[in-house]
């Protein structure tokens, strides 16, 4: 086994122990280093991180009683459109929710160090698709319909395009690695 094989080697276990540890000891760890705005970021980043997840769970718990009451009570038909919109609008808000926490616990747990725009991009996504899953067609017009669609449109090439530069700068870094791990 060559020198540069070992040191990947010990490196990969090295990165495995980090994860196994758990992402809360690596954020201890490099507490220390942060200077003071590093760790207001952090701070600020982790209250709005639970602050979203209790969101997140009151919407969930409303939704469950909204499912239970159409499901089991028979209060609504879950056939009847109204219905039907306004369920899934619940539940793609509460999807749209949990990537924004997502986004935020990445950058509190220093996986990122800047709110990314791809995912900025997926979250204004995950909006307009629910905007239409909850769309009234009898009350908006044909040209904010049109508008909302050319949006959608334009978000969905926007992100099409950032997931293929990020492919390809993956692509090439994996070739260097293998590259130097050859040579």
């Known amino acids: 086994m060559s020198a540069q094989e070992h040191e990947g080697m010990r490196r990969s276990g090295a990165e495995s122990a980090a994860r196994r540890r758990g992402p809360w000891s690596e954020l201890r760890e490099h507490w220390g ?6 760790r207001f970021e952090q ?25 239970w009451e159409l499901l089991v009570l028979g ?20 999807l749209i929710a949990m990537e924004f926490k997502h ?18 991009v997926l979250i204004a996504l995950l909006a307009l698709a629910r905007k239409f899953i909850v769309l009234d067609t009898q009350t908006e017009t044909a040209a904010t319909i049109a508008a909302m669609a050319f949006a959608l449109l334009v978000l969905g090439v926007v ?11 993956l692509a090439a870094a994996r070739g260097a690695v293998r590259a130097a791990t050859k040579g």
Request: proline fraction near 1%.
């Open 33 to 38: 280093l942060m200077g003071l705005y590093e």
């Open 75 to 94: 209060a609504l038909d879950p056939l009847e459109h109204q219905v039907f919109q306004a369920i899934f609008g619940m539940i793609m808000t509460l």
């Open 43 to 67: 701070i600020v980043a982790l209250a709005l991180t639970f602050l979203i997840s209790l969101v997140i769970l009151v919407a969930l718990l409303r939704l469950a009683v909204n499912v």
């Open 159 to 169: 992100y099409w395009l950032m997931r293929e530069r990020d492919d390809r700068l």
């Open 103 to 120: 986004s935020i616990l990445r950058v509190a747990l220093r996986r990122d160090s800047i709110i990314q725009v791809k995912t900025v």
